[in-house]
């Protein structure tokens, strides 16, 4: 009966859907309107296919801004965290409706040995940002702050509490994969034109399209390996469109955050991983020696962006500095969320505003929340990587790899979408593990037959 309650109920607030929206965008002025209805769209999809969070998170704000042509500037963090708040808030509702309207349940919330270190990290951004409104920082600063770290838990929780059986762990897979090339696609297809890789993407920051080339292709590439045929070449192919979207978005964080994680694989992944490993990085360069033989632009474009690798980071040491001397201002609580300074005159910059973000994660981490949120967000990462690491062949690794690799990465950066990865790779290791218990515990001795046991005198 609850569940025939749900399906009516959705079905109607659906059909008022259309009036509403329309309505709300005749007479809100954008962009608040369009974020209305944006927002209402949002919780009915979430509503049905609760699985669609995450997808929608990740890919579902760069996608938008290529179809609408729309360009973030560098300095506009706030458009980038409105996305992701946006779709964190209506897929946090749309479970708490369909809890209340007796929905379907497809799985129950899958419990790990990170929840309450997680609880603990949101408990210690609770603090950071009363913290910072105590100080009588700007409240704009300290939302911006605390979403940078606030965004972990909130990935983490949303990932364990949507992707709760293997279909929905499925859908939710070829959803991102499939906006990840369609991104990569885009970026390519800029290059190869000759235009810029940004403007190609159309989404203001190559990271954002990157990130997702970097995650997909460290799993694709654990696929791969355990895979043959056909399957394998159209692995290899999806792997080549993704390392030169890696490559193409110029970000050092992205670069360093793939090798080390490839690094890692490499050398803690079994022997039979590291040899198909090698086949498909050997396959991936041809393919990808081919590409550029085809395209002189796409080949110039990355000669271009391989030759950042040996730049300096330019303001990561000078910003990275500023954070520090607030760290060591309150070094066990921080200064709480919000902390800027004018005080940051260095041989090559100008005094200017700093702060709430700095140019490293760890170092706006440190700043804000002190050693008290540093220990808070390794403690879970920890577990993460202690549950992955016990597999050397399979899926667990690559995401215990990732969170590792983004990990270093963040010292790098502190990108304006926030190190969600930092939480959505620690839930992913986790439901990868619990999804094949059996394939991480120890095998038992097989038992002879009986015909052998008659045979050998055993009873």
């Known amino acids: 009966m609850r569940n025939s309650t749900f399906w009516v109920m959705a079905g109607l607030a659906g059909a008022i859907l259309g009036p509403a929206g329309a309505a709300i965008l005749y007479f809100v002025p954008d962009p608040l309107g369009l974020a209305i209805v944006s927002g209402l769209i949002c919780f009915f999809c979430f509503l049905a296919l609760p699985w669609l969070v995450l997808p929608a998170a990740m890919v579902g ?17 706030w458009m980038v965290a409105a996305t992701h708040i946006g779709a964190i808030a209506a897929g946090t509702a749309a479970l708490t409706a369909r809890r209340i309207l007796g929905a379907p349940r497809r799985g129950r919330p899958v419990r790990t040995p990170a929840d309450k270190p997680m609880l603990l990290l949101v408990i210690v951004v609770l603090i950071g940002a009363l913290h910072g409104l105590a100080q009588d920082y700007r409240p704009a600063d300290v939302l911006v702050a605390a979403y940078q770290v606030g965004i972990i838990p909130a990935y983490f929780f949303l990932a364990t509490h949507t992707l709760t059986t293997p279909r929905r762990r499925a859908a939710a897979a070829i959803t991102t994969v499939a906006g990840a090339l369609a991104l990569a696609a885009i970026s390519l297809a800029g290059a190869s034109t000759g235009a810029d890789a940004e403007a190609g993407a159309g989404i203001g920051t190559a990271r954002a399209g990157g ?31 993704f390392a030169a979207d890696v490559v193409l978005s110029g970000t050092q964080a992205v670069w360093v955050s793939t090798v080390v994680a490839l690094a890692v694989l490499l050398l803690w992944g ?32 990355m000669s271009t962006m391989t030759g950042e690798l040996t730049q300096s ?6 910003g990275s500095a500023v954070g520090l001397r607030a760290f060591r201002e309150s070094p066990i609580i921080g200064t709480g969320f919000g902390h800027s300074t004018t005080d940051n005159a260095t041989p090559t910059f100008t005094p200017s505003s700093s702060g709430p973000v700095y140019s490293s994660f760890w170092t706006t981490l440190l700043a804000n929340l002190g050693l008290l949120g540093l ?14 690491f016990r597999d050397r062949n399979g899926l667990p690794l690559a995401f215990a790899a990732l969170a590792c690799g983004f990990a270093i990465g963040g010292g790098l950066a502190t990108p304006a979408g926030g190190h969600w990865e930092l939480g959505l790779l620690p839930a992913l290791t986790f439901l990868a593990v619990a999804a094949a218990p059996a394939q991480y515990l120890p095998r038992p001795r097989p038992e002879a037959s009986p015909a052998l046991q008659a045979t050998t005198g055993r009873i």
């Open 211 to 241: 990130t997702l080339s970097a995650l997909a292709l460290v799993v694709l590439a654990v696929v791969a390996a355990r895979t043959s045929g056909w399957r394998r070449i159209g692995a290899a192919a999806g792997l080549v469109a």
């Open 270 to 301: 079994s022997a039979r991983l590291r040899v198909r490993l090698a086949v498909c990085a050997l396959a991936t360069v041809l393919l990808a020696a081919g590409a550029a033989v085809v395209s002189p632009e796409l080949s110039g474009r």
């Open 375 to 388: 220990v808070a967000l390794l403690w879970p990462l920890a577990l993460a990587g202690r549950a992955g």
């Open 313 to 318: 980071a330019g303001a990561i040491g000078p």
């Open 61 to 77: 704000g760069a996608l938008a801004a290529v179809i609408t042509g729309t360009q973030v500037a560098a300095g506009e963090t």
